[in-house]
């Protein structure tokens, strides 16, 4: 149980294009899903979080009007990069976390999504 | 602002030995302790999640204990083995309000050789 699949996998798109990145969990009702990015060798960094039917809560230093979430249903999230340029190639992770996990806290995390702008 | 620290960046080891990880965080008020598992170009798995009241937690031949009074958590690997070569990366979720929001360490690039 607590798969969260993410798609596209791997995603090339031109400067100034859009694209949509699906998080959605399959076996549970994911209340809170967080979206991370990831640098070549580096950490997971937390761009947001994304209660169901509420805005996004966005950490420091990301821009909302660039990073477009949307949690419209209990097992779909997705963030949108708007105007994409070289510089936000990057992978991007998400995960979900259930009612159960209001308690634990356990988050289950999608298997990524490789961006490069072109 | 919590920051989570990882020892050694990178580590080599012949098939066999056992061998330990090294995190460390610096706020103790967390929540809990997570260890996952990298493998080049994907996402995350988690290993061993541990609640700030418990000390250890053991699946196989990983043992992952923590302690919440020095800021420490350590991933103890026995009889390592070729296919456990990955990047190990710890988690500390955060109490309070945060409702567990993950800060993660750099982690450790461990590589396994026959």
């Known amino acids: 149980g607590a798969v969260v699949s993410q798609h596209p996998s791997r995603v090339i798109c031109k400067s100034g294009t859009s694209v949509k990145i699906e998080c959605r969990s399959l076996?549970?009702?994911?209340?809170?899903m967080f979206w991370y990015r990831q640098f070549p060798k580096k950490s997971l960094m937390l761009m947001a979080t994304?209660?169901?039917?509420?805005?996004?809560?966005?950490e420091q230093g990301v821009e909302k009007d660039k990073f477009l979430i949307n949690h419209a249903s209990l097992t779909l999230s997705t963030l949108t990069v708007t105007s994409a340029h070289p510089e936000d190639s990057s992978f991007y992770i998400c995960?979900?976390?259930?009612?159960?996990?209001?308690?634990?806290?356990?988050?289950?995390f999608g298997p990524g999504t490789r961006l490069t702008v072109l | 602002k919590q920051e989570v620290t990882q020892i050694p960046a990178a580590l080599s080891v012949p098939e066999g030995e056992n061998l330990v990880l090294n995190c460390s965080f610096t706020?103790?008020?967390?929540?809990?302790l997570q260890w996952f598992r990298q493998d080049p170009g994907k996402g995350l798995t988690s290993l061993l999640l541990?609640?700030?009241?418990?000390r250890e937690q053991t699946s196989g031949r990983l043992n992952a204990s923590l302690d919440k009074s020095s800021g420490r958590s350590t991933l103890y690997i026995a009889a390592s083995q070729p296919g456990d070569s990955a990047t190990y990366l710890c988690?500390?979720?955060?109490?309070?309000?945060?409702?567990?929001?993950?800060?993660f360490g750099q982690g450790t690039i461990l590589t396994v050789h026959p």
């Open positions: 995960s979900a976390r259930d009612w159960a996990g209001l308690s634990t806290r356990e988050q289950f």
């Open positions: 076996d549970f009702q994911a209340t809170t």
């Open positions: 994304s209660n169901e039917g509420s805005k996004a809560t966005y």
């Open positions: 706020d103790s008020a967390i929540y809990n």
């Open positions: 541990i609640q700030s009241s418990q």
């Open positions: 988690a500390a979720a955060a109490g309070g309000t945060s409702y567990g929001k993950l800060t």
